[in-house]
């Protein structure tokens, strides 16, 4: 039997060249994070939770830096339909530093974990539907490639394999900071495979 | 099982008409639902569907107006049914993972009817399909995971096995082979009426939902796959409609679909988890008891014959949502290699057979060879869920 491990963001022999197909799959993945959370408990899902957070961030990031700007520069009512879909974002953000400073354990978590995961779900398919389409429709082969890549140096930000034990995860999460930090260091990554620093 | 639907009196028809508040039916969670409640939407969406397109076509051979009034009455609270069943799959599900939903329908359904099907010819042909909506579960789920990166075991939990059955690219017969031969109306048993009348409905709502859905991609394997397994749903259709008796008359096979929802419905509201979604079965089983008792006065009054003749004499054991894996290693260890001949089932690839496989695929890999080749260049494995341990055709494990 095959090992179907559950796929993670780069998790795949794809080309990535198409920033919309690789944007889709981190929607699936961050769908996994949450399914991986709610599966596990004490110390596994304080660690699923940590990798949930950094990709979320890492992905969100690379939306408002990359895909968003190009929207609005390109698309018809660009401007528009960016406000919706930030105005999405700010409130999944806010809910997700709220989180971030919770024990996973406590009884008020799971709730507001499930808010959350309804409210990204609902904004990732807004996405795909409202905003990615068109990207497709609008953006040649090269501008849907080095948006891309772009992405992918973000997606290189956010390791999302499970750490081997406590010791390493506080070690991890020292050193990537809390979630503003997570964001700052995303920015960075992809200015200067833009560059734009 | 006491429940009779023909002593029953329903909802009034003058009071089942929905306002546009009843009719916005909060969705399931896709992520939380029971995969079976999932099942059992989609089950009853192409129900109704063929409610309705039947009501059509029954209407477009009637001259009387007022009779055509009468119908159109009742087809249009099927209609507003329809709209409340298929309305509970929510929006923020793909194409492609409402597609794992319609395959596991497709296996677990199938192979439920076959288990029960008295008649052995009809039961043949019920093992004979569900075979192959197998295989296209196993297609689509490698799909599934190349696009969205997600596990088709998030849509069917473990409740249906993911692997190869008959490889797709042998499903392509000549039309000629399609037709079945039908049971006979005076001899059959009830049950098996009402069993090729769900089968042949849900396989029409996959083949529509395909033929209209599969173009939205636009990854070119995926829409290719899509348009390949279109052509097979097409194929099924043939396959299981010509099972039916086509001696029945119009109003005969009226009475037939509405007790059929009548038996669905109960079934459904027995066996069903969500307490919202119970609620509509249970709702709308009540409204079928009164079309129900509509279309026996119409045979009545315009065959001069009582429905009690052609219906069983109680209602059958509630059909079921459940695994089927056994069965269908059974199958998969025995069936694999049938392809049909005529109205009948060969293990040799004849002629007719050979033709039509070399003019569709014209020298080239079909797209249900080409979705396993680029899932492998993706990922280096394929996707399969064997829970029940490796394939029972050593062929098809995997290397």
């Not at chain 1, 905003?131 to 849907?144: C, S, W």
């Not at chain 2, 051979?61 to 929510?90: C, F, G, M």
């Not at chain 2, 192979?111 to 008295?118: K, Q, T």
């Not at chain 2, 695994?323 to 007719?352: C, M, S, W």
Request: hydrophobic letters at 35%; one cysteine or more; charged letters at 30%.
């Amino acid at each position: 039997m095959s090992d179907t491990h559950t796929p993670r963001a780069g998790d795949d022999q794809a080309s990535d060249t198409d920033v919309v197909a690789l944007l889709i799959r981190q929607h699936g993945d961050i769908r996994n994070l949450f399914d991986e959370v709610e599966a596990t408990s004490g110390d596994e899902r304080r660690d699923a939770f940590r990798r949930l957070v950094r990709l979320l961030a890492v992905h969100e990031t690379a939306e408002e830096e990359v895909v968003h700007p190009y929207a609005r520069r390109k698309l018809p009512g660009g401007d528009r339909l960016v406000e919706d879909r930030l105005a999405e974002e700010r409130k999944a953000k806010e809910t997700l530093a709220a989180l971030d400073e919770m024990d996973p354990d406590d009884p008020e978590f799971m709730p507001r974990l499930l808010a959350l995961r309804t409210d990204v779900q609902e904004h990732a398919r807004a996405e795909e539907r409202y905003e990615f389409t068109h990207i497709r429709r609008t953006a040649g082969p090269a501008e849907l490639a080095s948006m891309a890549k772009a992405v992918k140096a973000a997606e290189a930000m956010a390791p999302t394999r499970p750490h081997p034990g406590a010791e390493t995860m506080t070690a991890a999460n020292v050193a990537l900071g809390p979630l503003a930090a997570v964001m700052d260091r995303t920015r960075d990554a992809i200015r200067r495979v833009m560059g734009r620093s | 099982m006491t429940f009779n639907p023909l002593e029953q009196r329903g909802i009034p028809l003058d009071r089942q008409l929905r306002n546009w508040r009843e009719l916005n039916v909060q969705p399931i969670d896709p992520d939380r639902c029971d995969p079976y409640t999932r099942c059992r939407i989609i089950t009853m969406n192409g129900i109704e569907t063929e409610a309705i397109l039947f009501g059509h076509h029954l209407a477009r051979h009637t001259s009387d107006p007022e009779l055509k009034r009468q119908l159109a009455r009742t087809r249009y609270i099927e209609a507003q049914q329809q709209r409340v069943v298929n309305w509970l799959l929510p929006g923020v599900s793909s194409v492609l993972e409402t597609t794992i939903a319609y395959e596991q329908v497709a296996v677990d359904l199938t192979a439920w009817v076959a288990r029960m099907e008295p008649d052995p010819y009809l039961k043949q042909a019920y093992e004979f399909g569900v075979l192959e909506d197998f295989d296209h579960l196993y297609r689509y789920a490698n799909l599934y995971e190349m696009i969205e990166h997600r596990k088709a075991e998030s849509v069917v939990d473990n409740l249906t096995e993911v692997m190869p059955g008959r490889p797709t690219k042998y499903h392509h017969r000549d039309p000629y082979d399609n037709v079945r031969d039908p049971y006979d109306r005076t001899t059959v048993n009830p049950l098996s009426k009402l069993h090729a009348l769900t089968v042949m409905a849900a396989e029409q709502q996959t083949m529509n939902f395909y033929m209209n859905t599969g173009p939205t991609y636009m990854e070119p394997i995926a829409r290719q796959l899509y348009q390949e397994i279109g052509l097979i749903e097409e194929e099924h259709v043939t396959h299981y409609e010509s099972l039916v008796d086509p001696g029945e008359t119009w109003w005969e096979q009226l009475v037939n679909h509405e007790y059929n929802e009548c038996y669905l419905y109960y079934s459904f509201m027995e066996q069903e988890s969500d307490p919202k979604v119970k609620a509509i079965w249970e709702l709308h089983l009540n409204m079928e008891l009164e079309h129900l008792h509509i279309a026996c006065d119409l045979m009545r009054r315009h065959d001069g014959r009582e429905p009690q003749e052609i219906l069983a004499p109680e209602l059958p054991d509630v059909l079921t949502f459940e695994p089927n894996k056994q069965y269908l290693r059974e199958l998969l260890a025995t069936q694999i290699d049938l392809t049909t001949l005529g109205a009948g089932y060969v293990r040799e690839a004849h002629e007719r057979f050979e033709r039509m496989q070399q003019q569709i695929h014209g020298g080239e890999q079909p797209p249900s060879e080409r979705v396993m080749a680029e899932h492998d260049e993706m990922f280096g494995r394929e996707y399969r869920v064997e829970t029940e341990g490796e394939h029972p055709d050593p062929a098809l494990r995997e290397r």
